[in-house]
């Protein structure tokens, strides 16, 4: 529900003719809040300024009551909330994918580790090569992990926590404040409008009341006084009109700016939200280059397995270690 606009109002000063209607009619409109609206289905349903785009400018008119209903938050506070919670977003999963590279760099360092064990390093033949190869992949695929945490920590967790660091806050205080400020003057225009509609009433009642007694004849100065009544309610009505100028042109002013503005946090939403997907997208590719390079690390373990022979392997061991190949044979008497 936007605000009932009246941009094209007369300049501050400008006397309205006498029979311009004073006040707005009740059954098609209501201010709330001092904004203007027209009452639901009490005038033609107005259009979206971007039909089917659900966007910022169309949606956050009106303010927002909290779960209690005891206060009430402006609908672009509620804008500017969004982009900070988007900011703490970002933050956290920054934070997220550091925590991430850490258990990235506690697995290489423990893959490195076991890589220098000793554990079964006497095997030997083609089952003892293969058994070394497969220690010394475990020192590739810790490089491999080393490799994947920097890459992370470059390319995802730097660019997830810097991006719009540089006065990002101050430039949406910069908005709150333009915006609210707007807000103050529209809601000081709204209580001149007032306070001039409740003299334009008090000096229509007074014009009333000499005219009763004009009827009646209770005074001479009646007629007189009748004339300087209605030269009053008149000055009144056009201080009304002016007042009235005034806040249509104070509030067509909040509603471009209110336009403008959110249209401008809708477009930083776009682009905060294309970043992030950008370099998560970054972590995936790495995540599977890291795959890639780990299933290189076992290609020269698999080529040694399948090369395992324990014919050979025994032939190796006998040579080696035999004690003679002189068998025993059966004694004499």
Known sequence: MAATMFCSAKPPGSVSPARRQIREVKETKITI????????GGSPEQQL????EWSYCDYFWTDKKDPQGTT?????EVLLQKQLKGKQMQK?????????????EEYAKNLSKLSLSPLAAQDEGTLGEAWTQLKKSLHDEA???????????????????????????KDLKKYDHHIADLRKQLASRYASVEKSRRALADRQKDLEVKTQQLEIKISNKTEED?????????????????????????????????VTTSMEL?????????????????YTTLRHETDMFNQSTVEP??????????????ELWVKENNTGDVRPVDMDI
């Not at 300024?49 to 089917?52: D, F």
């Not at 809708?266 to 970054?282: D, G, N, S």
């Not at 698999?302 to 395992?308: E, H, I, M, S, W």
């Open 33 to 40: 809040n001092c904004v203007t609206f027209p009452r639901p």
């Open 49 to 52: 300024l971007k039909p089917n």
């Open 72 to 76: 009430s938050v402006a609908g672009f």
């Open 92 to 104: 956290e999963m920054s934070e997220f994918i550091h925590e991430r590279i850490k258990i990235e």
């Open 143 to 169: 490089e491999v992990h080393l490799k994947f945490s920097n890459k992370l920590h470059s390319e995802v967790e730097k660019p997830l926590l810097t991006f719009r660091c540089d006065n990002f806050k």
């Open 226 to 258: 009748i004339k300087k009544a209605r030269r009053k309610s008149t000055q009144a009505g056009d201080d009304l009109m002016r007042c009235v100028d005034l806040y249509n042109q104070t509030q067509c002013k909040w509603f471009e700016e209110m």
């Open 266 to 282: 809708e477009k930083l939403e776009v682009e905060r939200i294309e970043w992030i997907q950008q370099h998560l997208r970054q």
């Open 301 to 314: 373990v698999d080529k040694l397995l399948q090369n395992v022979d324990p014919g050979r392997d025994r």
